[in-house]
């Protein structure tokens, strides 16, 4: 059986008693850092009495290769990331597709996502889309940037405390007016949010790992004119008859007359 359990993003006392007790139980650890989980384990007062892989972004297909799925049946595996939920800017979906792949048991726990709690904390309401990490650097980047603020829907992103300040330059320069949430440090000692206008944020401390939860595109809404709308504008008639037009199935030109008439 294969279980991908999510870790505390800050305060260790958010581990779930199901989370502690797979911890507990498991047999194999794979994790993203052996080094993290093993001081979580420590922390939490778990014997280190098991087998850990390493199991990252950069070896992950690697490691699928070598991995006997009968030993993902018959033993009690889990996987967690060094923080929150595996899969979700983590590894972990690969795991997962490779257990569909060969039939092999599976359960996600659920738990602590920095994502979600930016999310509500930033009071912002309706349907939102996750993009995870910006690239790093070029055109690559702004495109994907551009096309984030260009979304009618709430963008959620995640952010290095070394690129922090970088992404709010941008976001002052292409959006200047968007309201936009940051949150850091979410339920550790110094959790802190900030909301407001782009242009008006400023950051004193970057340190920490950042969400940024931005407010969707106000699109303007196409204004639906009736005949006695059109009727009562002052306008030439020409012009009347042009608009009149566009909502009707007669030219302009008969339109036109029958304004004169």
Request: proline letters at 5%; glycine letters at 4%; one cysteine or more.
């Amino acid at each position: 059986m294969l279980t991908l359990v999510p870790t505390p993003i800050g305060n260790l006392d958010d581990i779930s008693k199901r989370a502690f007790l797979a911890l507990k139980n498991a047999e194999i650890i794979f994790c993203e850092d052996t080094r993290v989980t093993k001081k979580l384990l420590n922390l939490l007062d778990i014997q280190l009495s098991k087998q850990f892989i390493s199991m990252h972004s950069h070896n992950e297909n690697k490691v699928l290769k070598s991995i006997d799925p009968e030993i993902l049946k018959s033993k009690n595996c889990i996987y967690v990331s060094d923080a929150g939920m595996p899969g979700i800017s983590d590894p972990g979906s690969k795991l997962i597709q490779f257990a569909q792949e060969h039939n092999i048991p599976y359960s996600v726990l659920p738990g602590a996502n920095a994502a979600l709690c930016a999310y509500v904390a930033s009071g912002f309401e309706g349907e939102f889309c996750f993009f995870g990490f910006l690239p790093h650097k070029g055109k690559e980047r702004l495109e994907k940037l551009k096309k984030i603020l260009q979304n009618d829907k709430i963008s959620i992103l995640y952010e290095s405390p070394h690129r922090i300040e970088k992404l709010l330059k941008e976001l002052k320069e292409l959006a200047p007016n968007r309201v936009i949430f940051l949150a850091k440090e979410i339920s550790k000692m110094h959790e802190t949010f900030i909301k407001g206008k782009a242009k008006d944020i400023k950051l004193s401390n970057t340190k920490g790992e950042w969400v940024v939860v931005i407010d969707k595109t106000k699109k303007p809404q196409k204004l639906e004119l009736t005949f006695e709308d059109i009727l009562e504008l002052n306008l030439p008639l020409k012009e009347k008859s042009k608009l009149l037009s566009k909502i009707s199935k007669k030219s302009a030109k008969e339109i036109y007359q029958e304004l004169l008439g």
